[in-house]
């Protein structure tokens, strides 16, 4: 921890004895020797400061690098080549938007086939439940036509893939693509095969519920022919900007590969760790000044966001989140940064100087200088930081404190005034 006063820091080292000692030789501490001695006796030299008002912080001072409050590296999902790229790096992307585009050939034909099976089993259902007049029969001939040609074309392609799997040309997500477009057809063609048979023959209560199954099953092939397809495009989760692609056109991608990342700077994060002394004097919600290294002079503000309940096993310190909104876009996730938390504070008080304070029977005293006279006088104190400190009762602006000799004094006697202060800062 660190602290801070406002007003500035003052040495409190003295040679008050080397100056005593200097006096009591017979050289002149005072400005005359007249004032040194009364009827030959040696006046205690002493330095007095006209009291004040100032502020007194205590404060913590961190430093570290910021982090963006969204970082995602996103992965895929499946196997396959990349078709192209739509988002280039450094661009912005909304949530949901197409970054990573797969090939999607044989996810397509699985798709489309899943869905023409899906229209023949519901044609069977609804023949199966109201069987189609004699006329209509050619209808029912030409969608088995169709779907016979939609199988020869799945079956040569899964053949096809099976060969170039084998020979390492394609993923298993595209093979699995391929598969599932064959048996889609498959599928397709035997409903259709089966709404022919039931217009011909009229419906039974099994083929009913036969036609039923199958616009199940096949809705269920559809939804993951579907699901397969939309994995071929790989999409950004959240708005932000693209940092980094990791992927070129043509190379071969794997599931749970991470392909690209995605940064949201609209605010970054500043952690921090506390120690148990400290966190009791902070909540989420308090504000912070910030500053950055690569802007020197601006003053940001920050809020703390989060405070752990938990210290870090390794460094003993509860961990802290400040996030620091980026409204113009001018911070960047690395960017050093450093912030200040005022802990305790007070402002327009009287602060004098710990060195010039006694403890007499549990109570605070300081000395006055009244007219060339040590006047004691009780005090109370309240916020100390370092070697000064705020207080609250006792002494007036204006009062002339002695800051330096006041330990070798006593109330009432006749002091040597030698040095008087203007400020506390020295």
């Known amino acids: ?71 995602v590296m996103v992965s895929a999902e499946t196997s396959g080549r990349v078709s192209y790229i739509a988002v280039n790096e450094g661009a912005e992307a909304s949530a949901g938007e197409t970054v990573v585009k797969l090939d999607d050939t044989s996810a397509l034909l699985g798709f489309q086939a899943a869905s023409a099976a899906l229209a023949g089993a519901r044609a069977s259902l609804a023949i199966a439940e109201d069987p189609l007049r004699e006329g209509q029969i050619a209808q029912l001939e030409s969608g088995l036509d169709a779907a016979e040609a939609q199988f020869a074309v799945a079956e040569s392609g899964y053949g096809r893939s099976k060969t170039l799997f084998e020979a390492g040309a394609i993923s298993q997500a595209e093979l699995d693509a391929a598969e599932l477009g064959y048996e889609a057809a498959l599928a397709g063609r035997d409903n259709a095969q089966q709404a022919l048979d039931l217009a011909l023959e009229g419906s039974r209560e099994e083929e009913l519920a036969a036609a039923g199954s199958a616009v199940n099953a096949s809705r269920a092939q559809v939804g993951l022919a579907s699901d397969m ?61 910030i500053t950055v290294d690569a802007f020197p002079g601006l003053l940001l503000h920050g809020v703390i966001t989060r405070v752990g309940i938990v210290s870090d096993p390794m460094t003993g310190t509860f961990p802290v989140e400040i996030t620091v909104y980026n409204d113009d876009g001018d911070l960047r996730a690395g960017m050093v940064a450093r912030t200040v938390i005022f802990l305790e504070e007070v402002l327009d008080s009287i602060v004098v100087p710990l060195y010039a304070l006694q403890r007499s029977d549990g109570i605070d005293i300081v000395y006055l200088e009244e007219n060339g006279i040590a006047v004691r006088r009780e005090i109370e104190i309240g916020l100390v930081v370092e070697n000064l400190a705020s207080v609250t009762s006792g002494l007036e602006i204006g009062d002339r404190l002695i800051v330096r000799g006041a330990d070798y004094i006593e109330d009432e006697e006749e002091i040597n005034v030698v040095g008087e202060w203007e400020s506390l800062e020295r």
């Open 1 to 71: 921890m660190k602290t801070f006063i406002r007003t500035g820091f003052i040495s409190n080292a003295i040679l008050l004895v080397a100056f005593l000692m200097l006096c009591i030789s017979g050289m002149s501490c005072g400005h005359n020797d007249e004032d040194a001695e009364v009827e030959g006796e040696v006046l205690t030299p002493v330095e007095v400061y006209p009291v004040q008002i100032m502020d007194l912080a205590r404060q913590l001072e961190y430093s570290g690098a910021l982090e963006a409050s969204e970082d």
């Open 229 to 289: 397809l939309a994995k071929t495009s790989i999409t950004s989760p959240i708005n932000g900007i693209i940092s980094d692609i990791f992927f070129d056109p043509g190379e071969l991608i794997g599931p749970g590969v991470p392909v690209f990342r995605v940064i949201n700077a609209e605010s970054l994060s500043l952690q921090i760790g506390l120690s148990d002394r400290d966190v009791p004097n902070v909540s989420s919600g308090m504000g912070v000044d």
